[in-house]
């Protein structure tokens, strides 16, 4: 097991393929991953549940409160008003990973968000 997390956020109803392929961009080799790490209520999305299965890491969920309590570089209004915390991706990367250091700040695509924190656990 690695030792990077990558924080996702997700829209609804994605397809599983689209999340494993934002996840290839931004993590060369699958065995560096310790987990995906997101939103409470999306860590049991079908398609980050199945991109983890498929990668053979834990989800990570956290509360947006949670979310909310992480200072990150890249902020978003439009994240808080539709999710309740301005960043699901890079605060979920840094909290799953114990409070370790953003590596890749996020990047988004089809509707998959990620960014990548490396774990201190």
């Known amino acids: 097991m690695g030792d990077l997390v990558v924080g996702i956020g997700v829209r609804d109803g994605m397809d599983p393929d689209v999340v494993l392929a934002a996840i290839s961009e931004v ?15 999306k860590a049991t999305e079908s398609s ?5 299965a498929e990668l053979g890491v834990p989800v990570l969920g956290f509360t947006a409160d949670e979310l909310e309590a992480v200072e990150v570089p890249t902020p ?6 539709a999710v309740g915390t301005p960043s699901v991706a890079e605060a979920a990367a840094v909290l799953g990973s ?17 960014a990548v924190a490396r774990n201190v656990w």
Request: glycine share 12%.
């Open 48 to 52: 980050i549940a199945v991109a983890a």
């Open 98 to 114: 114990g409070g370790g250091d953003l590596l890749v700040p996020k990047r988004a695509r089809n509707g998959v968000t990620v």
């Open 27 to 41: 993590i060369d080799d699958p065995q560096d991953l310790f987990a995906l790490a997101t939103l409470e209520r």
């Open 76 to 81: 978003s209004g439009r994240v808080a008003d």
